[in-house]
C-alpha cells in the first residue's frame, strides 16, 4: 500500500474551476492506476475518474466527461484532477485511490474493489 494526500479542494462558484492533486509515498515503486473518487453528504462514494500506470489509458464518469480530466506525474508521484464548469452536484469529499496488479495498474478501473489505497479526502464545495 502507498500513503495518498490529497490537497487542492474549497469553496468555488458555479462555473469555476479547481484542480486536485494527489501525492504517494511509500511502495511507490510499484506499478500503481489511481483513481479519484467522491463522496457527497448522505449518498455512497461514486466513481469520478481513473487513469492507469502509464497515463494512457482514462476512465471518466459520465457526469464529469467534458468537464474533468484526470492526469499524472510518475517522476512526483503525483496524480491530477483538473475540474472544469463545475456545478453545484459536483459539490463532495473527494477521495484519491491507487490500486496496483493485473488488471487494474494495464487499464484503470471504476470499481472501488479494485483500489487498495485510499486518501483521507479534500472537500469541493460548489456554490451556486
Known amino acids: 500500500q502507498v500513503l495518498l494526500v490529497e490537497s487542492g479542494g474549497g469553496l468555488v462558484q458555479a462555473g469555476g474551476s479547481l484542480r486536485l492533486s494527489c501525492v504517494a509515498s511509500?511502495?511507490?515503486?510499484?506499478?500503481?492506476?489511481m483513481g479519484w473518487f467522491r463522496q457527497a453528504p448522505g449518498t455512497e462514494r461514486e466513481f469520478v475518474a481513473s487513469v492507469n500506470w502509464s497515463g494512457g489509458l482514462r476512465i471518466y464518469a459520465d457526469s464529469v466527461k467534458g468537464r474533468f480530466t484526470i492526469s499524472r506525474d510518475n517522476a512526483k508521484n503525483t496524480v491530477y484532477l483538473q475540474m472544469n464548469s463545475l456545478k453545484p452536484e459536483d459539490t463532495a469529499v473527494y477521495y484519491c485511490?491507487?490500486?496496483?496488479?493485473?488488471?487494474?495498474?494495464?487499464?484503470?478501473?471504476?470499481?472501488?474493489?479494485?483500489?487498495?489505497?485510499w486518501g483521507q479526502g479534500t472537500q469541493v464545495t460548489v456554490s451556486s
Open positions: 485511490a491507487a490500486g496496483a496488479g493485473s488488471p487494474i495498474q494495464k487499464y484503470g478501473s471504476e470499481y472501488e474493489r479494485d483500489f487498495d489505497s
Open positions: 511509500g511502495r511507490t515503486s510499484s506499478r500503481y492506476a
